[in-house]
């Protein structure tokens, strides 16, 4: 239920992934939303936004399932236990994500309805886990880890998209959205002069761009960074007008032109963070 592309040339010592692009809806969802509905919770094609980082050196890792099915940008145990028939054996960490029904189990589209009409067993849930989460997880820590034993360092871009406007339940409430929203968590998981140059390269190519608003990166930048020793991540979301149809989930005439400037700016940041200038 995963991919990993792998370079076609030496290496480099960056890693990008992509873990909510999936649209491959296993048979054991059982969702009762309408599916058209539900697929919009998809980073839809994101992958295919930055498939030609594997010819710049880089890996690209990506989930084939849907977020909404189980979000490896959560911790295992950020769940709402009223979502789970019985008594779930494991730790219980819900954060505000559970609590707005977008935790490691997802329990609604946001103001498009609930996902399911019944609680899941514990049964289903650890299938889950065990099934998407913790490979994607381990897939990520393997091509991480490569990465910095051949270079002593590396960076990890987590690749995500995210809707044209926020409504009033958003951190930046309703209005239109930048072209590029860039998160380290305000500095914790990345140096900031990384993604301060990123941004600057993304300005260049004519791109509005936020840093850490309104959002600022989630579990993955945090689960796998650590500045101080050389492991440095951000998250990088772009605007869906850009390049997709946000209803049907399709990307539009710009994807190519789109893609291309993603390709000039992560040739640019690949470069700059392996001379280490």
Known sequence: ????????????????????????????FDFVIDKAVLRRAEDGVVDQLYGNVVGLGAPLLHALFPRSYIDVNRAVDDLDAEMIEGEWPHPLNPSVKSRTGKGLIWRTVQLMGNI?????????VEQRIGRCWRPYRAALSSLLNQAYGAHGKVLHINCHSMRS???????????????VVLGDRDGTTCDPAITAHAAELLRDLGYSVSVNHPYKGMDLIRDYSDPAAGRHSFMIEVNRKLYLDEETVTPTASFDQLRANLDTWSTALIDRFQAGT
Do not use: C, Q, W
């Open 1 to 28: 239920m995963i991919r990993v592309e792998t370079p076609t040339i030496t290496p480099a010592a960056v890693v990008f992934d992509s873990p909510h692009s999936g649209n491959v809806y296993p048979d054991d």
């Open 116 to 124: 399911y009409d019944r609680k899941l067993t514990v049964g289903e």
């Open 165 to 179: 406007r926020g409504h009033e339940k958003d951190p930046d409430g309703p209005g239109d959205r930048p072209d």
